[in-house]
């Protein structure tokens, strides 16, 4: 029964996915036959099921929080200080650590956005969070500030980045829901240099191609140009997700760059599916997301009272646009 269940609530999921979709008229609607629609998106039809505080990885992949980390070398690139290290394990991590700025701490929002993600059916690798790690360099052995930790996973290679504009998703309803998930956190940096494309080799020796959307720590707070602030429950409590619907197109309160992607590009349609998808999160597993980010009970609560909020709203235009108008039937 409960497998039966399962698979109603995710079945409208996925034949909505599969509904023809009112897109901008540059937009292609068709995936090439090379590559599946799986390699960005698959059913979550254990969604109730998944472990958002462990993540798609589980427990096995985390970092050891008692072990001692050797350098490796310093971050290169990012605005953010970090560093690479490798385990008493041999496996090598990326960590990412808190800014010496106020702009906020990436480490958090990136590892809780990371898990909500994956339980919805979007790839991602594996990230976790530590707030501080004992490192070996050539000094001595220290306690670091730590942050986001994400492994060099073997079975994964990094086969450069995608386009946000050009890929063979553009107008699905996957492609577009993913932008309206991203919107729901307010996602201020939606550039190119944050898509990877994997190539993830399973156990048959398979190799199947996964585009992943990753580095999403600058969310939870305000969208802009320049520096704008991330992690702040202030900032992420004031600002706004969707203004209305014009011409059949849905309007957000983006400020951030490529603003092309929003525009005359998301119907309700698509803000109803991503909302649905959303919805069948526990609060259980909501809990788990930003426990995993290492946030606070008090501090997840606030973040999370905004995020349902905007759930929501992006379901009430949803239904607002499929009601019939007054005096029709």
């Keep these: 029964m409960l497998g039966r269940t399962l698979v109603l609530g995710i079945l409208p999921v996925v034949l909505a996915m599969n509904a023809p979709l009112r897109t901008a008229a540059s937009q292609s609607t068709a995936v090439p036959p090379r590559v599946s629609l799986s390699a960005l998106w698959e059913p979550p039809t254990d969604l109730p099921d998944r472990d958002l505080f462990n993540g798609p990885w589980s427990r096995a992949h985390a970092p050891d929080?008692?072990?001692?980390?050797?350098?490796?070398?310093?971050?290169?690139?990012?605005?953010?200080?970090?560093?690479?290290?490798?385990?008493?394990?041999?496996?090598?991590?990326?960590v990412k650590q808190p800014p010496h700025t106020r702009q906020g701490d990436e480490g958090p929002v990136e590892v809780t956005l990371s898990?909500?993600?994956?339980?919805?059916?979007?790839?991602?690798?594996?990230v976790y969070f530590m707030a501080s790690f004992l490192l070996r360099d050539a000094s001595g052995t220290h306690r670091k500030p730590g942050g986001r930790f994400r492994l060099d996973e073997p079975t994964m290679q990094s086969r450069g980045e995608w386009s946000w504009q050009e890929n063979p998703f553009v107008g699905t309803r996957?492609?577009?829901?993913?932008?309206?998930?991203?919107l729901t956190f307010n996602?201020?940096?939606?550039?190119?240099?944050?898509?990877?494309?994997?190539?993830?080799?399973?156990?048959?020796?398979?190799v199947e191609q996964r585009y992943v959307v990753r580095d999403l720590g600058s969310a939870l707070g305000e969208s802009g140009h320049f520096t704008p602030k991330r992690n702040n429950p202030d900032l992420f409590e004031r600002e706004k997700f969707i203004t209305g619907v014009n011409g059949?197109?849905?309007?957000?309160?983006?400020?951030?760059?490529?603003?092309?992607?929003?525009?005359?590009?998301i119907t309700p349609a698509d803000a109803g599916w991503a909302s649905s998808l959303l919805?069948?999160?526990?609060?259980?597993?909501?809990?788990?997301?930003?426990?995993?980010?290492?946030?606070?009970?008090?501090?997840?609560?606030?973040?999370?009272?905004?995020?349902?909020?905007?759930?929501?709203?992006?379901?009430?235009?949803?239904?607002?646009?499929?009601?019939?108008?007054?005096?029709?039937?």
């Design 65 to 94: 929080p008692d072990a001692v980390y050797t350098l490796v070398r310093p971050k290169e690139g990012g605005t953010n200080p970090g560093v690479v290290v490798q385990d008493p394990l041999g496996r090598v991590w990326h």
């Design 115 to 126: 898990r909500v993600l994956s339980a919805v059916g979007y790839h991602q690798p594996p």
């Design 174 to 182: 996957p492609y577009q829901g993913l932008l309206v998930i991203l």
């Design 187 to 206: 996602s201020a940096d939606l550039k190119n240099s944050n898509n990877t494309v994997y190539e993830v080799r399973g156990s048959t020796d398979r």
């Design 248 to 265: 059949g197109f849905v309007r957000f309160s983006y400020h951030g760059w490529h603003k092309d992607l929003l525009r005359d590009r």
């Design 279 to 329: 919805s069948k999160l526990s609060d259980r597993q909501w809990n788990d997301a930003f426990r995993a980010g290492g946030y606070t009970p008090a501090v997840a609560e606030r973040f999370l009272r905004k995020v349902h909020a905007n759930i929501t709203r992006a379901r009430q235009v949803a239904d607002d646009e499929s009601r019939p108008a007054p005096g029709r039937r």
